[in-house]
C-alpha cells in the first residue's frame, strides 16, 4: 500500500512500523464501504459488505468499520455523494483508517478523488481480489495470470500516479508487479502486456497436448468446481490423498492440480482441483485466467461443490454457474455435491435434501458421504459412455488402434479372425464403430 499524501499522526507511524526484533508487522485497518439502490436491494448489500470483509481479512487488513450507503446512482465524482463522503471521511480519521475498500468498481477518477478526500489508499472491489490473488499464485503461470491481470488493471490508473504506483507496500493493492514493471510509460507497460500473453499463449498449448494425451489415454476428467471456501481442496485432498494445502480462507488455491483417482469397479480418473470463484469475480481475471480455467470446460463431468453450512448457498450456486458459463463450461454434466454436512445441522441438511434430491451430501473433512460420492461419478461418467462390444479383423488394425485411444478397453482378447473388445466409449463416438459391433451384442441391446 502507498502512503498517503499527508503526514500520519505519531501513533499512526507507530502502528504501521514493523518490530525490529520480531518482524511482525501489525495488519492494517480497513473501512469498507458497499452501495445499494434500495431498501429491498439492503439484504443483498449486507450478504456482499460481510464478504468483502472476508476477502479483507484475507488481503491481510483488519476490517474495522462497515458502512452501507443507500443511493439510487453512483456519484459521478465520488461515488457516494459529499454529503455522505464527509461523514465517513470523519469516521475514518477517528478510528484511524489505513485503507478504504469500496464493495463495488471505481473509476480511476473516482478513486482519485476518494484518495483525496480520505487521505489514505482507497481500492475497489477488483484491486482487493486481484491484491489475494497476487498472494496466493506460485507457480510461474499463475503468477504471469496475476500479473496480466494487474496490469490491465492498473494501466488506464496510471495517470497522475505513476510515482506512487511505481512502489511496493506491504498492503492491500501493491503486491504483484513491482517497480521494473509499473514505474514506465503506458508503451512499455503494454510491451510487458504483450510478452505475457505470449508466455500464456505456449502455456496454453502445452497444456492442449496434455489434455490430448489424456484423452488419448481413455481415462476420464473430472474438475473439481465451486464457490471460493467451499471446501473443494479438503475434498480433492480426501479422494487423492494429494496433500494440498488447506487454509479457511478465500482462494487459498489458484493453481489447478489433477491428480489421479480410484473410482469404485475399477474404473479411473483423472481429477483436477481448481480455483474458486466469487460473486462479481472480476471479468479481467477470468480473461487472464481462462487458459487454466479452459481445462474445466475440457472436463467430462463437473463436480460442482457447495457449502451446505453458508447461509445462502444458492447465492453460491448461481455465482458459479455465471462463470462456468463465461468460460463455456456450462454445458458439461454436473454433479451437484453439498459440503459441510457435518457443520450444516440437521435441519439444513434435510431442507436442502428436499430441494435438491438430486444432489450428494459429504462432509470432505470427516469422510461421511464419500462412498456416495465415489458412486455417483460413475454412475455420472457412465451416462455419457456406452458399452460396446466389437469384432474387429486382423486386418483393421488402425480400426483397434482407434477403439483404443477413443475410449476405455475393458476387455481383450485374439481369436482366429480377430480381436474381440470390450469398450466403454462415448456415445458420440460410438457410431463410428457400429459395423464391428458382435452379433451377440446386438441381439442383447435390441
Do not use: W
Amino acid at each position: 500500500m502507498t502512503e498517503p499524501t499527508q503526514a500520519r499522526t505519531g501513533r499512526q507511524r507507530q502502528r504501521l512500523t514493523a518490530s525490529v526484533t520480531d518482524l511482525d508487522v501489525t495488519r492494517q485497518r480497513a473501512m469498507l464501504i458497499g452501495l445499494v439502490r434500495s431498501r429491498d436491494d439492503r439484504a443483498r448489500g449486507e450478504a456482499s459488505l460481510e464478504e468483502l470483509a472476508l476477502l479483507t481479512d484475507t488481503a491481510g487488513s483488519d476490517p474495522v468499520e462497515l458502512a452501507l450507503v443507500k443511493r439510487e446512482r453512483p456519484v459521478a465524482a465520488t461515488y457516494i455523494g459529499k454529503g455522505k463522503l464527509a461523514e465517513l471521511v470523519a469516521i475514518s480519521h477517528a478510528e484511524d483508517i489505513d485503507v478504504v475498500v469500496f464493495d463495488n468498481d471505481l473509476t480511476p477518477a473516482q478513486q482519485r478523488n476518494l484518495q483525496e478526500a480520505f487521505q489514505c489508499d482507497v481500492v475497489d472491489r477488483v484491486a482487493l481480489i486481484l491484491d489475494i490473488f497476487a498472494q496466493h499464485a506460485h507457480t510461474k503461470e499463475g503468477m504471469l495470470q496475476v500479473e496480466l491481470a494487474q496490469l490491465r488493471y492498473r494501466l488506464p490508473r496510471l495517470r497522475g500516479r505513476g510515482i506512487e504506483l511505481s512502489r511496493l507496500g506491504a498492503g492491500i493493492g501493491t503486491r504483484g508487479p513491482g517497480e521494473t514493471k509499473l514505474e514506465t510509460d503506458r508503451r512499455r507497460i503494454l510491451d510487458r502486456i504483450r510478452k505475457i500473453e505470449s508466455e500464456l499463449k505456449d502455456a496454453h498449448r502445452s497444456r492442449t497436448t496434455r489434455s490430448k494425451q489424456r484423452r488419448s489415454s481413455g481415462e476420464s476428467v473430472l474438475a473439481i468446481v465451486g464457490y471460493t471456501n467451499a471446501g473443494k481442496s479438503t475434498l480433492f485432498n480426501r479422494l487423492t490423498d494429494a496433500g494440498v494445502l488447506v487454509e479457511d480462507q478465500l482462494f487459498a488455491t489458484l493453481d489447478s492440480t489433477v491428480r489421479q483417482l480410484d473410482l469404485p469397479h475399477g474404473h479411473e480418473a483423472l481429477v483436477s482441483d481448481t480455483v474458486g470463484f466469487v460473486r462479481d469475480l472480476p471479468h479481467g481475471l477470468v480473461e487472464a485466467f481462462m487458459s487454466t480455467l479452459e481445462e474445466i470446460a475440457d472436463a467430462d463431468l463437473l463436480i460442482h461443490l457447495v457449502d451446505a453450512s453458508d447461509p445462502d448457498p444458492d447465492h453460491q450456486l448461481r455465482s458459479v454457474r455465471v462463470v462456468l458459463s463465461e468460460i463455456g463450461a456450462d454445458t458439461v454434466d454436473e454433479l451437484m455435491v453439498f459440503n459441510k454436512i457435518d457443520a450444516a445441522g440437521e435441519l439444513t441438511v434435510r431442507r436442502l435434501r428436499a430441494l435438491h434430491p438430486e444432489a450428494v451430501f459429504v462432509s470432505a473433512a470427516t469422510g461421511e458421504g464419500i462412498d456416495e460420492l465415489l458412486n455417483a461419478v460413475v454412475a455420472g461418467l457412465d451416462a455419457r459412455t456406452v458399452e460396446l462390444a466389437l469384432e474387429i479383423p486382423y486386418n483393421k488394425g488402425d480400426v483397434l488402434a482407434d477403439v483404443h485411444a477413443s475410449g476405455d478397453v475393458r476387455n481383450l482378447e485374439h481369436h482366429e479372425t480377430g480381436s474381440r473388445v470390450t469398450v466403454m466409449i462415448p456415445h458420440e463416438e460410438a457410431a463410428r464403430f457400429r459395423p464391428y459391433v458382435a452379433e451377440e451384442d446386438v441381439s442383447r441391446k435390441s
